[in-house]
T-cell receptor, first 115, second 110 residues
Framework: DGGITQSPKYLFRKEGQNVTLSCEQN?????MYWYRQDPGQGLRLIYY???????QKGDIAEGYSVSREKKESFPLTVTSAQKNPTAFYLC??????????????FGPGTRLLVL | EDQVTQSPEALRLQEGESSSLNCSYT??????LFWYRQDPGKGPEFLFT?????EEKEKERLKATLTKKESFLHITAPKPEDSATYLC???????????WGAGTKLIIKP
C-alpha cells in the first residue's frame, strides 16, 4: 500500500517541551517537504530536503529542526523555541528533486496543540 | 513581492448551481500553477497542473483555466461531495518553493 504516512494524527505539547512529528513515504520519491497550515493563510514551507543527508530552510524554519537520514523518512522536531506551534502540519513528497514544477503529494497531516 | 490571492474566501452554492473560483497572482517568472482540493482535517489532494496561458484541464465537474494573471476553477452542476477547500499554488523555475493562496472554502448545499 503506497503512500505517505504521518503520525501521530494529534499531538499535544507542554511548555518547554520538544516534540517530533513523523513522516514516512514508500513512493521512492526524492524530495520531501514540511509545511505549516494556519487558518486563513496559505501553506508555509518550514524545511525541504531533496536528497538524503541534505535539507534547506524554508520561510519559517525558526524553532524547527529536521533530519533526513533515510530516503523514506523526514521527521520534524518542534522545539521549545517555537512560541506559537499550534497549527496543522503537512508533509509532502515529490518524485524528483531540483525544481518546483514537480507535483507535490501530501500526507494526512498532524494537528499540534499546546497544553 | 510575489503573491497569490484566492477569491472568494468562501462560496455557498445550491446543488447544481455552477460557479467559478479565482486564483490571481503577481509573481515574476511564472512557470505554472497547481490546483488542490483539501477536505477538513486532511492533506491536500492534487487536481491539476497548468503550464501556459490558454491551457485548460478537466476532471469530472471541474475545469481549470489559466491566463497570464489568473486561473479559474470552474465547477459545473456541483454536488454536495464537491464541498471542500480548493487551494492554488504557483511555481517558478528560479525558486524551489511554491507560493500558496489561502484557499476558497466551497460549500454545496443539497
Amino acid at each position: 500500500d503506497g503512500g505517505i504516512t504521518q503520525s501521530p494524527k494529534y499531538l499535544f505539547r507542554k511548555e518547554g517541551q520538544n516534540v517530533t512529528l513523523s513522516c514516512e513515504q514508500n513512493l521512492n520519491h526524492d524530495a520531501m517537504y514540511w509545511y505549516r497550515q494556519d487558518p486563513g493563510q496559505g501553506l508555509r514551507l518550514i524545511y525541504y530536503s531533496q536528497i538524503v543527508n541534505d535539507f534547506q530552510k524554508g520561510d519559517i524554519a525558526e524553532g524547527y529542526s529536521v533530519s533526513r537520514e533515510k530516503k523514506e523518512s523526514f521527521p520534524l522536531t518542534v522545539t521549545s523555541a517555537q512560541k506559537n506551534p499550534t497549527a496543522f502540519y503537512l508533509c509532502a513528497t515529490s518524485r524528483y528533486r531540483g525544481t518546483s514544477r514537480e507535483t507535490q503529494y501530501f500526507g494526512p497531516g498532524t494537528r499540534l496543540l499546546v497544553l | 513581492e510575489d503573491q497569490v490571492t484566492q477569491s472568494p474566501e468562501a462560496l455557498r452554492l445550491q446543488e447544481g448551481e455552477s460557479s467559478s473560483l479565482n486564483c490571481s497572482y503577481t509573481v515574476s517568472g511564472l512557470r505554472g500553477l497547481f490546483w488542490y482540493r483539501q477536505d477538513p482535517g486532511k492533506g491536500p489532494e492534487f487536481l491539476f497542473t497548468l503550464y501556459s496561458a490558454g491551457e485548460e484541464k478537466e476532471k469530472e465537474r471541474l475545469k481549470a483555466t489559466l491566463t497570464k494573471k489568473e486561473s479559474f476553477l470552474h465547477i459545473t452542476a456541483p454536488k454536495p461531495e464537491d464541498s471542500a477547500t480548493y487551494l492554488c499554488a504557483v511555481f517558478m523555475d528560479s525558486n524551489y518553493q511554491l507560493i500558496w493562496g489561502a484557499g476558497t472554502k466551497l460549500i454545496i448545499k443539497p
